[in-house]
Nanobody, 121 residues
């Protein structure tokens, strides 16, 4: 099995910054996409940023220029740097990874348990 462990959420004032980290462990042959999604109360889960193993990084339009995603393949980690945070960024943030567990196996979608980010004065 594959586990994703997130860290770095918390409470921050508007305009502040937070750094979310996620590490994938377990039965990993390789990882295709990694990224972050979020879900605010009453809303559906939405893409924040996603980085493929080789390709173009995608960002939610409203976070472009404020958030930066980076991936560290040797450690199977993905980091989300969030700057100029706004109240509308408040949500539970989920780490995501598309993992191949063995040679010739299909890729599976894995999620972390989520970490709360609250932007409030």
């Amino acid at each position: 099995q594959v586990q994703l462990e997130e860290s770095g959420g918390g409470l921050v004032q508007p305009g502040g910054s937070l750094r979310l980290s996620c590490a994938a462990t377990g039965n990993i042959f390789n990882i295709r996409d990694m990224g972050w999604y979020r879900q605010a109360p009453g809303n559906q889960r939405e893409l924040v940023a996603r980085v493929p193993a080789g390709g173009v990084t995608r960002y939610k339009e409203s976070v472009k220029g404020r958030f930066t995603i980076s991936r560290h393949n040797a450690e199977n980690t993905v980091v989300l740097e969030m700057n100029s945070l706004k109240s509308e960024d408040t949500a539970v943030y989920y780490c995501y990874a598309q993992v191949v567990e063995g040679f010739g196996s299909p890729a599976g979608d894995f999620w972390g348990p989520g970490t709360q980010v609250t932007v409030s004065s």
